[in-house]
C-alpha cells in the first residue's frame, strides 16, 4: 500500500517553491520532509498555469505525473492547489487519481474563502441561503475538498466548520478527517536556555502588527520581519526590530522569553478576519517558538489555547492588555517550569511528531473502518 504526496515546483534552479512568502514555502517543505520520514514518498510534478489547455494534452500530462500509481495506494496532496494550476486541472487530477483506485487525502494548508468572507451565519433564510450556496470562494472549495477520501486539518474547529458549510451547500464531506494540531517545524535547536525578563517576540509582518505599539512602553518587544518605508514600529521605544530571518534560521535568532501568536487589526481585541481565522488555524509562528524552546502567548479563543494550558506551555489571553500583568506576575519558578514544559514537547514539534500522526491517523481511517484514533 505505497503512499505519496505531490510536490510541485515552477523552477529548475535550487530552492523550494514559495520559500520567500512568509511561511509558505517553510510549512510546505516540514510537512513534506516529516511525511518521507515514515515512508510517504514524492512525486514531483511542474507547476504551471494554462487555463484552457486541451483535454488530451493534461490527460497525457498527468498520466505522466501519476503513472505509477496502483489500486489502493494513497495519494496525499497539498490544499489550496497552487493558483498556478487550472480549475480543470485541479478537477482531472482528482478524477484521474480515483481512476486509478488509489484514495485522496487533502493536507489542508488554509481555507482560503474563510480569510476573505464573513464566518458562517448562525440562521439563514431560504433567500439567503440560496445567495449563500452561490458564493463562489464558498462553492469552490467544498466541491473539491468533498472529493476526497481523507483529510488532514488544524483543529477540531477548522473540522467542524467544515462539515457545517458541507451541509449548507448539500455536499457530502468524507467523514475521515485528522487532526494536526501543534503542527511541526523542522530545525536543529542549540541556543542557551532563555530566561524571564528577555522580552516579547513576534515574528510575522509588521504592517500586521500595529498592535505591539500600543502595548506599554516599557514592555520589551523584538520583533522580527521585513521592514518597509510604511512600517510605523520603529517610532516606540518599546519595540526593538530585527531584519527578516530565513525560516530555517529564525528559531536561533528569537531572543525573547515569550513568542507571541496574535492577529488582529485593533488592541486589544482580537479583530478583523484574518483574527477571527485564528480560531479554526495552526498559524506557522505556533510550532515555530515551540521548536525554539520558547513558551508562547496565544488567544483563549485559538483551538491551541487548551494544548498550552494543558501543557504549561505558556499564557493564554482574552486580550492584548492582558498581557503585561500576566508576564510581571511570574516570578522565576514559574517560568522554569514553563521551560521544562516546552522542552517536553519542544523535540516533538521539531520531529514532526503531530503531523506525522495525522498522516497515520488518515491512513487508519481509510483503510481500517475500526481505526479510532488516540
Known amino acids: 500500500m505505497p503512499a505519496y504526496l505531490i510536490h510541485l515546483n515552477n523552477t529548475s534552479e535550487h530552492g523550494y517553491p514559495a520559500w520567500d512568502i512568509g511561511a509558505v514555502g517553510k510549512c510546505h517543505h516540514d510537512r513534506e520532509l516529516f511525511a518521507q520520514q515514515i515512508g510517504i514518498n514524492l512525486i514531483k510534478g511542474f507547476r504551471y498555469r494554462w487555463d484552457d489547455e486541451p483535454h488530451d494534452v493534461l490527460s497525457a500530462r498527468l498520466d505522466g505525473l501519476l503513472g505509477g500509481l496502483k489500486k489502493d495506494d494513497l495519494v496525499f496532496v497539498h490544499w489550496p492547489f497552487s493558483s498556478f494550476q487550472s480549475q480543470n486541472w485541479c478537477q482531472m487530477l482528482i478524477d484521474r487519481i480515483h481512476q486509478f483506485g488509489a484514495s485522496l487525502i487533502f493536507i489542508i494548508d488554509d481555507i482560503a474563502s474563510w480569510r476573505d468572507l464573513p464566518a458562517l451565519p448562525a440562521t439563514l433564510t431560504a433567500a439567503e441561503l440560496a445567495s449563500y450556496r452561490q458564493t463562489m470562494p464558498y462553492t469552490l472549495e467544498i466541491h473539491f475538498l468533498s472529493q476526497a477520501d481523507g483529510l488532514i486539518v488544524h483543529s477540531e474547529n477548522m473540522a467542524t466548520r467544515l462539515q457545517q458549510q458541507a451541509q449548507l451547500t448539500k455536499t457530502p464531506l468524507t467523514p475521515n478527517i485528522a487532526i494536526y494540531g501543534p503542527s511541526g517545524y523542522a530545525c536543529e535547536y542549540f541556543q542557551p536556555r532563555r530566561e524571564l525578563g528577555q522580552g516579547l517576540d513576534y515574528a510575522g509582518a509588521f504592517l500586521k502588527a500595529q498592535f505591539l505599539s500600543q502595548l506599554p512602553a516599557d514592555f520589551k518587544i523584538n520583533a522580527y520581519g521585513d521592514d518597509s518605508d510604511q512600517l510605523k514600529l520603529r517610532d516606540?521605544?518599546?519595540?526593538?526590530?530585527?531584519?527578516?530571518?530565513?525560516?530555517?534560521?529564525?528559531?536561533?535568532?528569537?531572543?525573547?522569553?515569550?513568542?507571541?501568536?496574535?492577529?488582529?487589526?485593533?488592541?486589544p481585541q482580537v479583530t478583523g478576519r484574518l483574527g477571527e481565522y485564528e480560531q479554526y488555524n495552526t498559524p506557522a509562528k505556533f510550532p515555530m517558538y515551540l521548536a525554539a524552546d520558547e513558551p508562547v502567548v496565544i488567544?483563549?479563543?485559538?483551538?491551541?489555547?487548551?494544548?498550552?494550558?494543558?501543557?504549561?506551555?505558556?499564557?493564554?489571553?482574552?486580550?492584548?492588555?492582558?498581557?503585561?500583568?500576566?508576564?510581571?506576575?511570574?516570578?522565576?519558578?514559574?517560568?522554569?517550569?514553563?521551560?521544562?514544559?516546552?522542552?517536553h514537547i519542544s523535540g516533538l514539534i521539531r520531529n514532526g511528531y503531530y503531523l506525522k500522526k495525522a498522516y497515520l491517523d488518515v491512513i487508519g481511517m481509510i483503510k481500517d473502518h475500526a481505526y479510532q484514533p488516540q
Do not use: C, R
Open 299 to 343: 488567544w483563549s479563543k485559538s483551538p491551541l489555547a487548551a494544548f498550552v494550558e494543558k501543557n504549561g506551555l505558556g499564557l493564554t489571553i482574552d486580550t492584548l492588555d492582558q498581557l503585561p500583568g500576566k508576564i510581571a506576575a511570574l516570578n522565576n519558578q514559574q517560568y522554569t517550569e514553563m521551560l521544562n514544559n516546552v522542552q
Open 236 to 267: 516606540h521605544a518599546n519595540v526593538t526590530l530585527y531584519p527578516h530571518a530565513d525560516p530555517e534560521a529564525i528559531a536561533q535568532e528569537l531572543k525573547g522569553s515569550f513568542g507571541l501568536v496574535w492577529d488582529s487589526t485593533s488592541y
